[in-house]
């Protein structure tokens, strides 16, 4: 038996935590304060959000999984979670105390707000629960003082100043998570260690068979759903592995291979363009050409 759990609602959220509403739109949280969780006799917990929720996990809370993937653990650990998305316990029967500390927020705080406009270029909102923010001991203090700052703002009485200085202060916070996820891209070898060389078995591979014919060119959710990564933490991977981005690495395979096909074989350039997944021809010469400098004939012709 399936649970379903609205998250939508600040002040209801608050009252599940025993925390006061400070404000209806935004809350700090210490998940000690709440009382030990129990869901009966569910097998699972399907949690809805219609909240932004970012939560510092002190201590495993039940088997949590977004989509297919189990979350990552370690002590120390931030998840992002947007509206619209939902996250899941397994094995909810056992009861345990909730530990760490959480910021969540309605989307209609954002409302007029510079962070409203940019929070859409944090990815890491959409990265899955495998992919979650491990901190150092130092990186932990200062999401808390970060998360302070906010408490402080919160507590004080509302005038003109009091939603830019918290909407400053979020952004502030969503910045240093940003730096540290470019440090965790570097850090963390041992979860990250082949990727790149199974991206690019991966797209040998491909090219190998009949899968762009079937299929059609390669794209990057194809290839981030083959490594059990989320497209953007994939896409982030590669940008920083590369330099370059996931789709510009695919296109310059796309590339390679069929300069192989042009000069190796008889094929026309229209039987090359549908043997490597472009539905027009014509799309595959132009891009073609603006990675080669050449039209496939051109380049054919100067070899």
Known sequence: MEKIVSLDNVSEYNAANNHKTLHPLVSVLDYSKANPREWGDADTIRFQHGLYSIILKDVKCGDMRYGRHYYDYQAGT??????????????????????????????????????????????????QTHEALHLSDDERQLILDCFAKIEFELKQPIDKHSKKLIASNMELFLDYCQRFYDRQFITRDVAHKGILEKFEGLLNTYFASDKPHIIGLPSVAY??????????????????????????????????VA?????????????????????????????????????????????
Request: without cysteine; charged residues 20%.
């Open 223 to 256: 290839f981030a759903d083959e490594l059990h990564l989320s497209a953007n933490y994939f896409g982030d991977l590669i940008k920083k592995e590369t330099g370059q981005s996931a789709k510009d690495y695919i296109q310059n395979k796309t590339i390679e």
């Open 78 to 127: 931030l998840v992002f979670v947007a509206p619209n998305q939902f996250t899941i316990i397994d094995n909810p029967k056992v009861i345990y105390q909730p530990s760490g500390y959480g910021l969540v927020l309605h989307p209609d705080f954002l409302i007029g707000t510079h962070l409203g406009k940019v929070i859409h270029t944090y990815k890491f909102f959409e990265y």
């Open 259 to 303: 300069k192989n096909m042009v000069f190796e074989g008889d094929k026309t350039v229209n039987e090359i363009a549908y043997e490597l997944g472009f539905k027009y021809p014509q799309h595959f010469t132009r891009l073609f050409k603006e990675k080669v400098g050449y039209t496939p004939s051109e380049f054919k012709n100067l070899n």
